[in-house]
């Protein structure tokens, strides 16, 4: 197997357990709405990360898709 779709699997695998993760962390902002306090910084944090992840995994997979 190539480096580069080695790379483009193992960004994928993560990219995906931040997406679990990312819904996961809706419980404690949950949890805090129901007590009236703001929510914390944790959810929107894990979201923008997946985004990330995401992002770059597709960008690589269209440049390396173009050349292999």
Do not use: D
Not at 2 to 13: D, N, P, S, V
Not at 23 to 32: E, K, R, T
Not at 45 to 63: P, Q
């Amino acid at each position: 197997m190539k480096e580069e779709t080695r790379f483009i699997q193992i960004l994928g695998r993560i990219a995906t357990v931040l997406s679990v993760l990312m819904y996961v962390s809706y419980v404690p902002q949950i949890i805090s709405n129901l007590n009236g306090q703001y929510g914390n910084l944790i959810q929107p944090l894990v979201a923008a990360i997946n985004c990330l992840f995401w992002c770059v995994y597709a960008y690589f997979k269209i440049a390396i898709g173009r050349y292999f």
